[in-house]
T-cell receptor, first 113, second 112 residues
């Protein structure tokens, strides 16, 4: 009964490939997020999605795109992977409009070789 | 400058000592300030939070203080234990947004 689950946990792929990371939450939250955590541990917001409103961090390359088939899912698609995309990607969810705790998934460690 | 600044980046203490981590934020409309703990290889998890209508909150060995005028908030851990070793992140919900913006993290090491 994991609250926020993302798959896969590890992803190793070659430069130029296209890959997806899936995220699901069973908390009934209305807002979901994707964060990128680099080697220095900085948690950088990439996207947030709330009631069909998508907010994009302007620094995120357009090779990254979120897809939300429903309120419980926010998947991350990455095209033409680059070495610099290697990082840990965290999905999270919260009751966004109520300013409450964000619950994180276990993270996906992406390694581009 | 960054919206949420956090200091220090690393903090090394002896078991039993206190540890203090400080954060400042830029947007005076911010009203929610959570703190997360991330153990090695794990996900960030909330340990304590505070809202703008409160100046201090305590939960056993951890406490958070908020100074809205100065726009800074701090995490205090007393009687530190080796299992407190982790990376701690402050965050703020910036005004006009519902997105948690994180500080750069503090790596706390508690030596037995």
């Amino acid at each position: 009964d994991t609250a926020v689950s993302q798959t896969p946990k590890y992803l190793v792929t070659q430069m130029g490939n296209d890959k997806s990371i899936k995220c699901e939450q069973n908390l009934g939250h209305d807002t979901m997020y994707w964060y990128k955590q680099d080697s220095k541990k900085f948690l950088k917001i990439m996207f947030s999605y709330n009631n069909k409103e998508l907010i994009i961090n302007e620094t995120v390359p357009n090779r990254f795109s979120p897809k939300s088939p429903d309120k419980a899912h926010l998947n991350l698609h990455i095209n033409s992977l680059e070495l610099g995309d290697s990082a840990v990607y965290f999905c999270a969810s919260s009751h966004g409009t109520m300013n409450t705790e964000a619950f994180f998934g276990q993270g996906t460690r992406l390694t581009v070789v | 400058g960054e919206n949420v600044e956090q200091h220090p980046s690393t903090l090394s203490v002896q078991e039993g000592d206190s540890a203090v981590i400080k954060c400042t934020y830029s947007d005076s409309a911010s009203n929610y300030f959570p703190w997360y703990k991330q153990e090695l290889g794990k996900r960030p998890q909330l340990i304590i939070d505070i809202r703008s209508n409160v100046g201090e909150k305590k939960d056993q060995r951890i406490a958070v203080t908020l100074n809205k005028t100065a726009k800074h908030f701090s995490l205090h851990i007393t009687e530190t234990q080796p299992e407190d070793s982790a990376v701690y992140f402050c965050a703020a919900i910036l005004g006009g947004s519902y997105i948690p913006t994180f500080g750069r993290g503090t790596s706390l090491i508690v030596h037995p």
